[in-house]
T-cell receptor
Framework: AQSVTQLGSHVSVSEGALVLLRCNYS??????LFWYVQYPNQGLQLLLK??????LVKGINGFEAEFKKSETSFHLTKPSAHMSDAAEYFC????????????FGAGTRLFVKA | SQTIHQWPATLVQPVGSPLSLECTVE??????LYWYRQAAGRGLQLLFY??????ISSEVPQNLSASRPQDRQFILSSKKLLLSDSGFYLC??????????FGPGTRLLVL
């Protein structure tokens, strides 16, 4: 069965500092991995995804994530935080088989201090 | 391009009243459709998904139901709302690469 664990329900960084949001997954087959961002009172928006191939994935707004199979991790990073990055971030996994479901982590709220 | 609509955007309903939330998708055919709920400060809970007209899979036993009367229409209903039904309801469809695309959501407050 699939599962996703996001370490830290809240992360606070200063503007210009590195952003690191942690995600570990569990999957019995090769996974598809996603990061979504949610701004207040809005739906989720895809930031980036890993399917196959290159393990370092670049997304929108300067974010990137690296798939590490040996660590079962898919951490999200951004070199320099901006005030507009303040939002909730969700890691998600979907198995590369005939399944229809995507499993979401509990979310990490990112705060950016001026 | 594909778009997904939800309405209403906000709803305040008394306990025991009925509910109907609607989701429609444009620009794609025979999509897999999903209803999620976010309670305050919590993650996404999958409520229902549908792989075709009239085909509904329920993930969590509750007083909610879903229907898919048309290919690109997905409806979430309740006959009698509970206080615990309050939350942010999100509709999504599954695109290429198993990516889920979300609607803008409906904020439901049950009083």
């Amino acid at each position: 069965a699939q599962s996703v664990t996001q370490l830290g329900s809240h992360v606070s960084v200063s503007e210009g500092a590195l952003v690191l949001l942690r995600c570990n997954y569990s999957s019995s087959v090769p996974p598809y991995l996603f990061w979504y961002v949610q701004y207040p009172n809005q739906g989720l928006q895809l930031l980036l995804k890993y399917t196959t191939g290159a393990t370092l994935v670049k997304g929108i707004n300067g974010f990137e994530a690296e798939f590490k199979k040996s660590e079962t991790s898919f951490h999200l990073t951004k070199p320099s935080a901006h005030m507009s990055d303040a939002a909730e971030y969700f890691c998600a996994v979907s198995e590369d088989t005939g399944g229809f479901k995507t499993i979401f982590g509990a979310g990490t709220r990112l705060f950016v201090k001026a | 391009s594909q778009t997904i609509h939800q309405w209403p955007a906000t709803l305040v309903q008394p306990v025991g009243s009925p509910l109907s939330l609607e989701c429609t998708v444009e620009g794609t055919s025979n999509p897999n459709l999903y209803w999620y709920r976010q309670a305050a400060g919590r993650g996404l809970q999958l409520l229902f998904y549908s792989v075709g007209i009239g085909q509904i899979s329920s993930e969590v036993p509750q007083n909610l139901s879903a229907s898919r009367p048309q290919d690109r229409q997905f409806i979430l209903s309740s006959k009698k709302l509970l206080l615990s039904d309050s939350g942010f309801y999100l509709c999504a469809w599954r695109g290429a690469g198993k990516t889920q695309y979300f609607g803008p959501g409906t904020r439901l407050l049950v009083l």
